[in-house]
């Protein structure tokens, strides 16, 4: 399932007035916060600064629970408080973590951890300086917690349908899903295949916490307990959260370092973003994520780099992100009690050719992002892809004709839905579609309504976003599958294809390089089929201050603190 939040950039309007008076803004924002010393609270510890992170969540932390965290903001804050049975790399590929092996078995049915030795929890004893060590019943305890229907976890989908009842394993004591046979290891055994596994043990909801945590404390979700290389210091609510570095964390760099390098992490809850921006440019921000529509234009050129005026001030970072923006159509037999117009394969395939993606880009986001022009799943994790629509208006007009509907003549206006965040980019696909000859009304709704709608099948075509759950190909195809068909599933164009089923359906019995080509020609098969228009595949945008040294960033744009140094840098 899609995530609640999104991580994408949305650019609406240009912001000319303001991209002119923002310099002017942050010039006086910066000497307001000089003169004054408008820093925030005291640093009451005297840290150095050096050793102290500073970056702003405009968003609302309600909670750092594994089991109940869902937004960007809170997932970033508990990535460093927690650790899961491994970690995915750069690449999104499993390595190490708490667990520094393990071994499954060959239908990908059974999972043996081995566990480190000496790793401990957070004390919050003023007294003891060292929690009490990792057990493997602590994992097993983590898991079956946010499995456990009574839990009430939105991250329960992880072993939904995948592990034993109770009452099965009553019967068949082997299957029970999570066992610890000793301190040291961890079984899990699901009752069916799940090449995903090991990357959703790698997600921040499987994050481990000590046996009985939960319970013991029932404001857990605000005072937790990890394994991670940070722990709360300090939480004032909408305020400020405070981190602090864990004195005996586990881990160490490649020359022998204890990690973390910094002392503390100080997170702002700042609302307005532009207050935000102001801050992390002048300095009192050491990390700043996404650009608002406001000043997007001041920031960044058409090919979405820094302005020459910032060039040399701070640092930007782009990375392929793991969400792909789509309009969909719907597929089934009937549309507001009328023959569906949308099965019309050639009329799909002639608006297709006549979306001008490369603009989109250009234009609407500054070059944020890689046009669509291939399948439904993005390039970065499939390692291959398909060639798919490019933009063509004198195929578009052709295929328009074969749809029998030569220069839009005998086709109503279309009815394209989407919501006001992407208003810009309905009005530029209009003009695109114009071309050709047909015409569209824009209907903006809330994206609760649209979401409503479009789940019903009562919208022809609508503007959608898809944002992986877990970094694979499957959590992209299987919005075509046909036993997925919604509201029950994410199939929202009710899209069916025997053959793409049977592709999907043995991505689950196999692991590896064989795999991988299943899923390449399973996504390769929605090409021809056009049962979406992609627009592009998004891009993920960092800006941090000079001396910032290892702030990395991958395609699910997790925020590592871990390996991060601060030099200072003369102004």
Request: hydrophobic fraction near 40%; charged fraction near 20%.
């Amino acid at each position: 399932m899609s995530k609640v939040f999104n991580l994408h950039i949305g650019f609406v309007g240009k912001g000319k007035i303001i991209g002119l008076l923002l310099p002017l803004f942050i010039t006086i924002a910066a000497l307001i916060y000089t003169e004054f010393g408008i820093t925030g609270c005291k640093n009451v510890d005297k840290i150095s600064d050096a050793l102290i992170f500073r970056y702003n969540e405009d968003a609302t932390v309600g909670t750092i629970d594994p089991a109940f965290i869902k937004s960007q903001s809170e997932i970033w804050i508990a990535q460093q408080v927690f650790n899961s049975l491994i970690e995915l790399d750069s690449a999104l590929k499993p390595m190490p973590s708490l667990a520094y092996r393990w071994v499954v078995n060959e239908n990908a049915t059974v999972y043996k951890f081995f566990l480190r030795s000496g790793v401990r929890f957070h004390s919050h004893d003023k007294n003891q300086s060292m929690g009490r060590l990792l057990t493997a019943n602590d994992v097993a305890y983590s898991l079956r917690r946010i499995s456990d229907v009574k839990t009430a976890s939105p991250s329960a989908w992880i072993f939904s349908g995948k592990i034993a009842s109770d009452s099965f394993v009553k019967v068949n004591p082997g299957m029970q899903p999570f066992q610890a046979p000793n301190d040291s290891t961890f079984i899990l055994t699901l009752t069916k295949p799940d090449p995903t596994m090991l990357a959703l043990l790698g997600t921040v909801y499987c994050s481990v916490i000590p046996e009985g945590s939960a319970e013991k404390t029932p404001d857990f979700g605000r005072k937790p307990t990890g394994t991670g290389p940070f722990f709360v210091k300090l939480w004032e609510e909408d305020v400020k959260l405070v981190l602090r570095r864990t004195p005996d964390y586990f881990e160490s760099d490649s020359k022998g370092n204890r990690l973390p390098y910094l002392e503390a992490v100080n997170v702002d809850f700042i609302k307005n973003k532009q207050t935000a921006f102001m801050k992390f440019v002048s300095g009192d921000f050491d990390f700043f994520n996404g650009v608002e529509s406001s000043f997007k234009d001041e920031l960044l050129n058409n090919d979405g780099y820094l302005q020459p005026k910032y060039k040399g001030r701070f640092n930007l970072l782009r990375k392929p992100f793991l969400n792909t923006e789509y309009l969909g159509f719907w597929l089934g037999d009937s549309l507001e009690g009328k023959v569906n117009i949308y099965k019309n394969l050639h009329l799909r395939k002639a608006l297709s050719y006549a979306t001008d993606r490369r603009g989109i880009i250009r234009y609407l986001r500054n070059g944020l992002g890689d046009a669509g022009e291939n399948g439904f799943t993005p390039p970065v994790l499939l390692g291959q892809a398909e060639s798919g629509y490019q933009f063509n208006l004198a195929l578009a007009a052709e295929e328009l004709k074969k749809a029998g509907f030569a220069d839009g003549k005998g086709l109503n206006p279309l009815k394209l839905s989407t919501t006001a965040d992407y208003l810009d980019m309905a009005v530029f696909i209009k003009k695109c579609w114009a071309a050709i000859g047909v015409k569209v009304n824009i209907e903006v709704q809330t994206g609760g309504m649209l979401r409503q709608l479009r789940n019903k099948g009562k919208l022809g075509i609508f503007r959608g976003s898809w944002i992986a759950d877990v970094p694979d190909a499957e959590n992209y195809l299987a919005c075509f599958y046909s036993d997925n068909f919604s509201p029950g599933g994410p199939n929202y164009t009710h899209y069916s294809n025997t053959a793409f089923d049977k592709l999907y359906q043995q991505s689950f019995s196999t692991t590896g390089e064989v795999r991988q080509q299943l899923m390449v020609r399973a996504d390769s098969l929605l090409i021809p089929d056009c049962p979406v228009i992609v627009l592009y595949y998004d891009q993920s945008i960092r800006l941090y201050q000079n001396g910032i040294t290892g702030l990395g960033n991958d395609p699910s744009n997790r925020l590592h603190l871990k390996r991060v140094q601060k030099q200072k840098v003369k102004k």
